[in-house]
């Protein structure tokens, strides 16, 4: 099915430019004409709430998340269908990191009323997008005017049976602290586009398209072999500090083998250092973070090349409380920050 070209021929052509002029519902109704129905929706957008069907035996999943203008985007360089897209990305990977099947989807957006509506047709086509790449539904939501920019509310729903459902609670000393793909892209990207750098950088797309590692987590949750599992959005120093945290544990990350792409590699070729705490402290590389059991490593290499997502063991856990980075020759290596903080 070409679902954008769905989006697309259901959209009516714009007959009001405003906001103002369309009015709420009007914008109801023209989100509403994109959406097609989803798999376990029962009744979505339109009554007083919606209603859908969780599978046989599944526990449902619930996760949100706030994008604020000027916090966590800037307009001058978040093109309206990649915001869209990312909006409901990050979300959709907080479902991955449990493990779960990420299924429905609740959009609010505050909006200024000079905002033209072509930007909100072309948002509302990058979400609809990534919700059709992931088959999420879109169920329900609210709107309504803001006087300081733009926000973005997001509440994604998802399932999974219960004994599948992976935590942040259950690293145990000496496994093994393992990362998908490559870290650091997003934080470089960010660097990039503040100094003036195009969207079409690699380590810029990773900032403002990133992918949620769904069908790497689902794997990892079907395999059996997964104690503690996290996304990465703020970098893995803090993201593994709340596995560290909530099972009771430490551990050892050795820099070295962080996982740096080679648009990373080539972009910072030229700096006397490797910016390692990119890597550790960046954010929204939106990757997975998991602990397992050193018995369980060819397992998880075979399940992440079937995946086609690659896979590196970064770490151990131990015993002791906090989270150290080493160097080759075993000595600490004293990181700047703890991954990106809201209130500094
Ligand atoms: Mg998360």
């Not at 004409?33 to 979505?44: N, R, W, Y």
């Not at 797309?205 to 949620?212: G, N």
């Not at 998991?290 to 397992?299: D, P, Q, V």
Request: with cysteine; proline share 5%; net charge negative.
């Amino acid at each position: 099915m070409n679902y954008m070209h769905r989006i697309d021929s259901n959209m009516p052509p714009l007959q009001h430019s405003s906001l103002a002029a369309l009015g709420e519902f009007g914008l109801i109704s023209r989100i509403t004409s994109a959406v097609s129905p989803g798999e376990g929706v029962i009744t979505g957008i339109g009554d007083d709430a919606a209603v859908t069907s969780l599978s046989p035996g599944m526990q449902l999943l619930v996760s949100t998340d706030m994008l604020v203008e000027d916090v966590h985007f800037d307009l001058g360089w978040h093109d309206p269908s990649r915001l869209g897209r990312k909006s409901l990305a990050v979300n959709i990977s907080d479902i991955a990191a449990m493990g779960g099947i990420p299924r429905w989807v609740l959009l609010s957006l505050a909006l200024p009323s000079d905002l033209p509506l072509d930007f909100i047709d072309r948002f509302m086509r990058g979400f609809l997008g990534m919700a059709a790449e992931h088959r999420v539904a879109l169920i329900g939501g609210d709107t309504c005017s803001s006087r300081s920019g733009l926000s973005i509310s997001v509440t994604v729903m998802g399932e999974q049976a219960p004994e599948l459902i992976l935590r942040r609670s259950g690293a145990l000393p000496d496994d093994d602290i393992w990362v998908t793909g490559t870290l650091g892209d997003a934080a470089l990207g960010l660097k990039v586009v503040q100094n003036g750098g195009t969207g079409d950088d690699y380590p810029v797309s990773r900032l403002l398209d990133p992918s949620p590692r769904v069908s790497a987590a689902l794997a990892l949750a079907e395999a059996g072999v997964v104690t503690a599992m996290i996304d990465v959005s703020d970098g893995i120093l803090a993201d593994f500090g709340h596995i560290a945290e909530q099972s009771h544990v430490g551990g050892c990350i050795y820099r070295d083998d962080l996982p740096l792409s080679a648009g990373f590699r080539s972009h910072t070729a030229d700096l006397s250092e490797i910016p390692y705490q990119l890597a550790l402290s960046g954010g929204e590389d939106y990757e997975l973070c998991f602990t397992a059991h050193r018995s369980n490593r060819k397992k998880i290499v075979d399940c992440m090349k079937k995946s086609g997502i690659a896979v590196t063991r970064v770490g151990i856990v131990i015993n002791s409380p906090g989270v150290a980075v080493l160097c080759p020759d075993g000595t600490r290596y004293e990181v700047n920050s703890d991954g990106f903080n809201h209130f500094t």
